[in-house]
């Protein structure tokens, strides 16, 4: 089993930047793909970035390229997300999430992935 714990989360104002963090226990991640994933009341969860089991390889999706950036330290066993010029769009509970596998291939529906953390609250006020 892995647990998944987020933080980072908070209000802020559109613009500014948070990097959330996902600290895993119960197992080294350095043997799973990982994954943020963001939900609004009434949504289904919407993918946001995953990154490979090395770190070799990250796709975001297409509402926060070039905004988003996922990282991982395996010898800290935590995930990061890097946030910047944050949209109240981009309000939402955002999710960590572990897949067990070892590749490159990029999994981007939420029921791949086998592990999932409680979530932290970004807001972002106008």
């Known amino acids: 089993q892995v647990q998944l714990v987020e933080s980072g989360g908070g209000l802020v104002q559109a613009g500014g930047s948070l990097r959330l963090s996902c600290a895993a226990s119960?197992?080294?991640?350095?043997?799973?793909?990982m994954g943020w994933f963001r939900q609004t009341p009434g949504k289904e969860r919407e993918f946001v970035a995953t990154i490979n089991y090395s770190g070799s390889r990250t796709f975001y999706g297409d509402s926060v390229l070039g905004r988003f950036t996922i990282s991982r330290d395996n010898a800290k066993n935590t995930v990061y997300l890097q946030i910047h010029s944050l949209k109240p769009e981009d309000t939402a509970v955002y999710y960590c999430a572990a897949h067990a596998y070892q590749g490159t291939i990029v999994h981007l529906r939420p029921e791949v992935y086998d592990y999932w953390g409680q979530g932290t609250q970004v807001t972002v006020s106008s």
């Open positions: 119960g197992h080294a991640i350095g043997n799973y793909a």
